[in-house]
């Protein structure tokens, strides 16, 4: 079943005329009609799905002529017999329906007939290399800044390549592994691992997420001394956490030595 792109121009159908029950030679090939052995008698339309039938006016045409509504030629009785080419209207195909039908009835005095053709309208654009027509997919080639991304590497890490405009990703250089639930190191670039040990996590004292790790880790494992008020790391060798307690064992000041 031929398939149309909805608004498509300049589109020819190419019908397959036989011999009808009336014919010396029924379910043959006819071969050398003209476009007078269609509106002589007969006729040619089309009709969109719902829609009534729309009449066209046949005319010559030529085999590789440029398009021309109505335009009806055979394409070649010897090596393609019963093969014929009609130009139907630009209207045929405008957007807004599922199907047009189109169809030739051939002058009762060639005993032939050809079968109705329906082709479906689709918003798709199979010609459209890019995106298929599909509008709400990016007009970019796959890889490029805005499109759709397409690097992978041996492991199936994905590169996701997008836009500049506020809000969008651009990762031009990370990896994201899509073969397996975690993400390290070598999923993502060198500067985007810093970047996340240095987020800042606690803005009274800027302490980054390393920093904070690290006073955590003495506070859980760490060393103590002076009754609990000094925590050093888990070896023993630098202090992380020196509280200042009063008379009521109140944490009164807390000096935090993190690891840079």
Request: charged fraction near 15%; charge should be negative; glycine fraction near 10%.
């Amino acid at each position: 079943m031929p398939i149309a792109t909805a608004g498509v121009t300049n589109r020819s159908e190419y019908f397959y005329i036989v011999g009808d029950a009336s014919h010396a030679s029924p379910g043959d090939p006819v071969t050398g009609l003209l476009f007078s052995d269609i509106e002589t008698g007969g006729s040619a339309s089309y009709m969109r799905q719902g829609a009534v039938r729309t009449d066209l006016t046949l005319i010559t045409q030529t085999v590789a002529g440029a398009h021309s509504d109505g335009g009806f030629i055979e394409v070649d009785a010897t090596n393609m017999p019963g093969v014929y080419r009609c130009d139907y209207p630009d209207a045929a195909y405008l957007t807004g329906v599922d199907f047009v039908v189109c169809q030739i009835v051939v002058a009762a005095a060639n005993n032939a007939v050809a079968a109705p053709i329906q082709v479906d309208i689709t918003d798709i654009d199979l010609r459209d290399a890019v995106r298929g027509g599909m509008t709400a997919l990016p007009n970019v080639d796959a890889g490029a800044a805005g499109g759709l991304a397409d690097d992978t590497d041996a492991n199936g890490r994905t590169r996701v390549v997008s836009g500049t405009a506020a809000g969008e990703i651009s990762l031009t250089s990370g990896l994201v592994d899509l073969t397996t639930d975690a993400v390290d190191s070598t999923s993502l670039a060198a500067t985007a691992v810093t970047d996340i040990w240095a987020s800042e996590v606690e803005s009274e004292g800027t302490y980054t997420a390393q920093q904070v790790l690290s006073i955590c880790l003495s506070v859980l494992a760490g060393v103590t001394s002076s009754g609990g008020d000094v925590l050093e790391t888990p070896n023993g060798v630098a202090n992380r956490v020196v509280a200042t307690v009063d008379g009521s064992n109140n944490r009164t000041a807390m000096t935090l030595t993190p690891s840079s």
